[in-house]
C-alpha cells in the first residue's frame, strides 16, 4: 500500500461542509416537523376512522415502507413534473423525507395512542373530566414518554437517509462531499471525514435526546 | 429523438430485478456469518470482544449506508483492489447487514432467560455446547420475525448501490428513463417491483411476529 493520504482538499473546502451539515441538520427537523403533521391525523384515521381512510392510510404506509428511499426521491424529483409538479432540488428532498418519515412515524404514533390503559380513560370519565382534559392529562402526557424513544432513532435514522438526497443533486452533506470529490480527486479522505461528521452528527443528537427526554418526562409512570 | 418506452424496456428492467435479487442474498448470507460473530461476541464475557463488537456496530448504525458504500468503493482501490462496484456493493452492504443482524440477534440471545443458561451450566456443558444445544436454537426461533423484517431493509438499502455505479433494479430504471424520457411510467414499474419484492417479506414477518406474541402470552 503506497497510497498518499491528502486531507489538504478537505480542510480548504471545510466551510462547504460545514453548510452541508447545516442543510443536512435543516432536512432532518423540517421533515420530522412536517412528517409529525402528517402523522398525526394519520394515526387519529388509523385508530378511529372510517374503513375507506384507515385503508387509504395503509396503502400509504405499506408503498413507503416497502419501496427503497432512492426510488421515492426519484418519484417525487423526476416523475411528478410529467405531472405538472414541479421542486427544486431541496424542496424535492424535503417533500420526499417528510413523506417518507410521515409513514414511519403514523405507526410509532398509533403505538403510543394505542398504549394508553382504557381502565384510565374510563376513569377519567368517571371523575367527570372533560374530553379535552382527558386527552390532556390522561393520554398525551403517557402517550408522549411512549413515543418518544422510536420518534429519537426514527430522527437519527431519518438525518441518515437523508444523505441520499445527494443524488438529486439537493445540497446537504453528502452533496458537499461529492463537489469536493469531482473538484479534487481525494474521494477516501473527503468521504472518511463526512462520514465522520454524520458520525458526530448521529452520536450528538441522541445523547441529547436522550438528556431532553430525561428532564421532560421526570414525572411518575402511569402503571 | 427518445426511445420510447415499449416491452423491451420493460424487459429490461425486469431482469434487472436479479442483481438486486443476487446482491441481498450475497449481503443477507455475508451478513448472518458476520451477525453471529458480532452477536457473540456482544454477549462474550471477554470484554474487548464485547467493546469491539459494540464500536463496529455503533459506527454502522451511526453512519449512512451511502457514505459506507463510498467509503468501501473508493478505500478498494486504496488497497489496490481497483474500483469494482460488484465487490465495493457486496462488501460494504455485507458489513452493514452484520452490524445490524448482530444487534438484533444479541437481542434474542438475551431475550432466552438466563436460567435456561445457567442451568446448563450447572449440568456442566461447556461453553460451545451451552450455546449450541441450549442458547442459540432458542434464539434463532425468535429472531425469525425481526430477520425478515431486516430483510426487506437490506434490499431496499441495495437501490443506493446504483449511486457507485452497480447496475441492478435502480439503475436499470436510471438507464431506461435517461433513453427515454418517461420518468412516470419508469419509476412507477421500479418501484412496483421493490414492492412486490418486500411486501410479502414485510407481511410474513409480522404474521410470525404476531404469532410468536401468541405463543409467549401466558
Not at chain 1, 417528510?98 to 410509532?108: M, Q, R, W
Not at chain 2, 449512512?64 to 460494504?92: C, D, E, K, R, T
Request: proline share 4%; aromatic share 12%; with cysteine.
Amino acid at each position: 500500500m503506497n497510497y498518499q493520504f491528502n486531507f489538504a482538499p478537505v480542510i480548504n473546502n471545510f466551510d462547504q461542509l460545514i453548510y452541508g451539515a447545516l442543510v443536512t441538520i435543516q432536512l432532518s427537523f423540517g421533515a420530522i416537523l412536517i412528517g409529525m403533521l402528517i402523522a398525526v391525523p394519520c394515526a387519529a384515521a388509523k385508530t378511529a376512522g372510517p374503513s375507506a381512510l384507515r385503508w387509504l392510510v395503509n396503502v400509504y404506509i405499506e408503498v413507503i415502507r416497502n419501496t427503497p428511499f432512492l426510488i421515492q426521491i426519484f418519484f417525487i424529483y423526476f416523475s411528478l413534473p410529467a405531472l405538472g409538479i414541479r421542486f427544486d432540488p431541496n424542496t424535492a428532498a424535503l417533500v420526499a423525507l417528510s413523506v417518507n418519515v410521515g409513514a414511519y412515524a403514523t405507526e410509532i404514533v398509533r403505538a403510543g395512542i394505542e398504549s394508553v390503559n382504557r381502565g384510565q380513560v374510563e376513569a377519567g370519565r368517571a371523575l367527570g373530566l372533560k374530553s379535552h382534559q382527558i386527552f390532556r392529562y390522561i393520554i398525551l402526557k403517557p402517550a408522549l414518554r411512549t413515543i418518544y424513544p422510536a420518534l429519537t432513532s426514527q430522527f437519527i435514522y431519518l438525518m441518515l437517509t437523508s444523505s441520499v438526497v445527494s443524488a438529486i443533486s439537493a445540497t446537504d452533506l453528502a452533496a458537499a462531499g461529492n463537489n469536493i470529490q469531482s473538484a479534487t480527486f481525494a474521494a477516501f479522505e473527503v468521504y472518511l471525514v463526512i462520514t465522520l461528521i454524520y458520525f458526530i452528527l448521529s452520536l450528538g443528537f441522541s445523547g441529547l435526546f436522550s438528556a431532553l427526554g430525561r428532564i421532560a418526562f421526570r414525572y411518575p409512570l402511569a402503571r | 429523438m427518445f426511445r420510447t418506452f415499449g416491452f423491451n424496456e420493460a424487459l429490461f428492467i425486469i431482469t434487472a430485478v436479479q442483481w438486486t435479487l443476487l446482491l441481498s442474498a450475497i449481503a443477507f448470507a455475508g451478513g448472518a456469518l458476520g451477525g453471529i460473530a458480532i452477536a457473540l461476541a456482544r454477549v462474550s464475557r471477554v470484554a474487548p470482544l464485547r467493546y469491539g463488537a459494540l464500536a463496529f456496530i455503533r459506527v454502522f448504525q451511526g453512519t449512512p449506508l451511502l457514505m459506507q458504500l463510498f467509503l468501501v468503493y473508493f478505500g478498494l482501490s486504496i488497497v489496490g483492489v481497483g474500483i469494482n462496484p460488484w465487490i465495493a456493493a457486496a462488501l460494504a452492504l455485507t458489513l452493514h447487514a452484520s452490524a445490524y443482524l448482530g444487534e438484533i440477534w444479541r437481542g434474542c440471545i438475551e431475550a432466552v432467560p438466563a436460567g435456561q443458561s445457567e442451568a446448563s451450566w450447572a449440568l456442566g456443558l461447556k461453553y460451545r455446547d451451552r450455546m449450541r444445544y441450549v442458547v442459540l436454537p432458542q434464539a434463532a426461533k425468535i429472531s425469525v420475525a425481526p430477520t425478515v423484517g431486516f430483510l426487506v431493509q437490506l434490499i431496499k438499502g441495495t437501490s443506493l448501490a446504483s449511486i457507485i455505479g452497480f447496475v441492478e433494479l435502480t439503475r436499470a430504471g436510471q438507464i431506461i428513463n435517461n433513453a427515454t424520457f418517461q420518468p412516470l411510467t419508469v419509476f412507477s414499474l421500479v418501484a412496483a417491483l421493490y414492492f412486490i419484492l418486500c411486501w410479502p417479506l414485510s407481511l410474513w414477518a409480522r404474521h410470525l411476529e404476531g404469532r410468536f406474541a401468541v405463543a409467549t402470552t401466558r
